[in-house]
């Protein structure tokens, strides 16, 4: 089993505003606020969390090859 990255550097697309958070690993993390600009980010079409969307790092379900948020 391939070690778990569980810090992602989610970036505000809005306001370009990057952030290292710690990911969950037992649910999906759907909405998250940025902390420059406080816009609500949400994840793109086809993406299961923010930080497969914003993140330099997918979440840990994905990263196993799961599906998430199931």
Known sequence: ??????KSNITCPKCGYSK????P???C???YECGHCNTLLKPLAGDCC?????GSVKCPPIQQGDSCCE
């Open 1 to 6: 089993m391939a070690n778990i990255i569980l």
């Open 20 to 23: 290292i958070e710690t990911m």
């Open 25 to 27: 690993t037992d649910a």
């Open 29 to 31: 993390q759907y909405f």
């Open 50 to 54: 923010v930080f497969c969307s914003y």
